[in-house]
């Protein structure tokens, strides 16, 4: 039996992604989508879903952390740029 080195692997559902991300809906779906109506909602780093069946998708916990973590990471050089 092979010893596993990383994690298990964990999916979110849509509204525990809600929960964490603290996006809506219709958000999530537009980071995920390029709208000519509405380009700034595309967001190519936002992490796409995976099938889980017919009518399921899931996030990777994981690849949503990612996200939220280079979220924090650009507004804080955001803010530290401007201290000088």
């Not at 929960?19 to 989508?33: A, K, N, Q, V, W």
């Given at each position: 039996?092979?010893?596993?080195?990383?994690?298990?692997?964990?999916?979110?559902?849509?509204?525990?992604?809600?929960?964490?991300?603290?996006?809506?809906?219709?958000?999530?779906?537009?980071?995920?989508?390029?709208?000519?109506?509405?380009?700034?909602?595309?967001d190519p780093?936002?992490?796409?879903?995976?099938?889980?069946?017919?009518?399921?998708?899931g996030w990777?916990?994981?690849?949503?952390?990612?996200?939220?973590?280079?979220?924090?990471?650009k507004s804080?050089?955001?803010?530290?740029?401007?201290?000088?």
């Amino acid at each position: 039996m092979a010893t596993q080195s990383k994690s298990p692997l964990t999916i979110l559902r849509r509204k525990q992604v809600e929960t964490r991300t603290g996006l809506s809906r219709s958000t999530i779906y537009s980071r995920l989508t390029p709208n000519p109506k509405r380009p700034n909602d595309y967001d190519p780093s936002f992490p796409k879903p995976i099938p889980l069946g017919a009518k399921a998708v899931g996030w990777v916990e994981s690849e949503i952390d990612g996200w939220l973590a280079a979220q924090v990471e650009k507004s804080r050089e955001a803010q530290g740029g401007a201290k000088g």
